[in-house]
């Protein structure tokens, strides 16, 4: 295999392995609503917007490999994970509360799972959109060279 | 070989979801089931109000608000179900008023318990809900004016909805909901089994398998 062919299967293996944790993430994320009765909050939902179309716009990127799938999803990425980031500054109260936007309905600040004293819904959201943009990232500088 | 990758991958993620999904719903139902057998009063308190054949060997417990839409359309559809199997289902009511202050209703709700007119002064307010209780625009004083049809004494009801007791009472059936993990209303359980799926006609199979299990 020529070197050129190989940097590029590393590239969409790269990409793959994006679009994997982002299904991962909005499967996960579908298992809280509907499996375990959680109800998304408003903040929820916006972050939500953000990351269920990456499932399907870089799927569509893999087949054929397109590096410019970066250009459009990264834009989401970023806006999922300064939402991810305002959640978790309101849910740890560094914001507080009467700023929250939501007001009825489910509040944005109730703590549904709190895996090993951490790991709450909204810190598992900015996990998951660090890693995704770092990824997206890293893919960029990959393919730009 | 790319294709079969990715068919692959989306095979195994649907599949781990589902698994998952069949995981949780096995061990929630065993924890129900537990639940129901050791800690009956989780879901029914002596204060509880009631409907139907003491002795009923189907206990239907309805976590309920006075102000929720889906929860008046059910009423009916319940009293049918009890009507179609007399004296095999004891329908327990309790309360988890999630809508903004829904608390209100019930405080006018178990102060005309005091006047042995509950059922009547719930079904007024569900008749009615549409008035008050509107998502847009709740207005909570507007549920007086339709009250008398329940022939209510409306002067003692006002005195007796602030009695710290029918406080305790939201509370304590909030914190049951909370722990039965009852987080929309209706929530249906029938001998402490929860609806899987929610609907009519899941509540209406749910009660037919308790009938045919228990007589």
Same mark, same amino acid.
């Given at each position: 295999? %020529?070197?050129?062919?190989?940097? %590029?299967?590393?590239?969409?293996?790269?990409?793959?392995?994006?679009?994997?944790?982002? &299904?991962?993430?909005?499967?996960?994320?579908?298992?809280?609503?509907?499996?375990?009765?959680?109800?998304?909050?408003?903040?929820?939902?916006?972050?939500?917007?953000?990351?269920?179309?990456?499932?399907? !716009?870089?799927?569509?990127?893999?087949?054929?490999?397109?590096?410019?799938?970066?250009?459009? /999803?990264?834009?989401?990425?970023?806006?999922?994970?300064? &939402? +991810?980031?305002?959640?978790?500054?309101?849910? %740890?109260?560094?914001?507080?509360?009467?700023?929250?936007?939501?007001?009825?309905?489910?509040?944005?600040? @109730?703590?549904?799972?709190?895996?090993?004293?951490? =790991?709450?819904?909204?810190?598992?959201? =900015?996990?998951?959109?660090?890693?995704?943009?770092?990824?997206?990232?890293? =893919?960029?500088?990959?393919?730009?060279? | 070989?790319?294709?079969?990758?990715?068919?692959?991958?989306?095979?195994?993620?649907?599949? !781990?979801?589902? +698994?998952?999904?069949?995981?949780?719903?096995?061990?929630?139902?065993?924890?129900?089931?537990?639940?129901?057998?050791?800690?009956?009063?989780?879901?029914? #308190?002596?204060?509880?109000?009631?409907?139907?054949?003491?002795?009923?060997?189907?206990?239907?417990?309805?976590?309920?608000?006075?102000?929720?839409?889906?929860?008046?359309?059910? /009423?009916?559809?319940?009293?049918?179900?009890?009507?179609?199997?007399?004296?095999?289902?004891?329908?327990?009511?309790?309360?988890?008023?999630?809508?903004?202050?829904?608390?209100?209703?019930?405080?006018?709700?178990?102060?005309?318990?005091?006047?042995?007119?509950?059922?009547?002064?719930? @079904?007024?307010?569900?008749?009615?809900?549409?008035?008050?209780? %509107?998502?847009?625009?709740?207005?909570? *004083?507007?549920?007086?004016?339709?009250?008398?049809?329940?022939?209510?004494?409306? @002067?003692?009801?006002?005195?007796?909805?602030?009695?710290?007791?029918?406080?305790?009472?939201?509370?304590?059936?909030?914190?049951?909901?909370? &722990?039965?993990?009852?987080?929309?209303?209706?929530?249906?359980?029938?001998?402490?089994?929860?609806?899987?799926?929610?609907? +009519? #006609? *899941?509540?209406?199979?749910?009660?037919? /398998? @308790?009938?045919?299990?228990?007589?």
């Amino acid at each position: 295999m %020529s070197q050129q062919a190989q940097l %590029s299967d590393e590239n969409w293996t790269l990409l793959f392995l994006t679009w994997m944790i982002v &299904t991962a993430a909005t499967l996960g994320s579908l298992f809280f609503s509907h499996v375990m009765a959680f109800a998304p909050c408003v903040l929820c939902w916006y972050q939500r917007i953000c990351l269920f179309p990456l499932v399907l !716009i870089l799927a569509t990127g893999l087949f054929p490999f397109d590096k410019r799938v970066v250009n459009y /999803s990264l834009p989401l990425a970023i806006a999922g994970w300064f &939402t +991810a980031l305002y959640h978790n500054l309101l849910y %740890s109260k560094i914001i507080p509360q009467e700023l929250q936007p939501c007001s009825q309905g489910v509040s944005c600040t @109730e703590k549904y799972i709190d895996l090993f004293g951490f =790991l709450t819904i909204p810190m598992l959201s =900015l996990l998951g959109f660090s890693t995704i943009i770092t990824l997206l990232f890293l =893919l960029k500088k990959r393919t730009s060279r | 070989m790319k294709y079969k990758i990715f068919a692959g991958t989306c095979l195994a993620l649907i599949g !781990i979801f589902l +698994a998952t999904s069949f995981y949780y719903k096995a061990q929630q139902a065993e924890q129900y089931d537990a639940m129901a057998k050791n800690n009956l009063s989780t879901f029914v #308190k002596a204060y509880s109000q009631t409907l139907g054949n003491a002795d009923a060997k189907v206990v239907l417990v309805e976590f309920m608000d006075p102000a929720c839409e889906t929860c008046a359309a059910f /009423s009916p559809i319940v009293k049918q179900m009890m009507a179609e199997n007399p004296g095999k289902i004891k329908l327990v009511l309790r309360y988890a008023p999630f809508h903004d202050g829904a608390d209100y209703f019930v405080k006018i709700l178990e102060a005309a318990k005091n006047q042995g007119k509950y059922w009547e002064t719930l @079904e007024v307010m569900f008749n009615s809900q549409s008035e008050w209780a %509107s998502h847009h625009d709740p207005q909570p *004083q507007k549920i007086w004016q339709f009250l008398p049809a329940a022939g209510l004494d409306l @002067e003692r009801i006002k005195q007796e909805m602030h009695d710290p007791e029918i406080a305790k009472r939201i509370e304590q059936d909030l914190a049951d909901a909370n &722990t039965l993990n009852v987080r929309k209303t209706p929530g249906f359980f029938v001998n402490g089994r929860p609806l899987e799926t929610f609907g +009519a #006609k *899941q509540l209406y199979q749910l009660i037919q /398998s @308790e009938i045919k299990a228990n007589y």
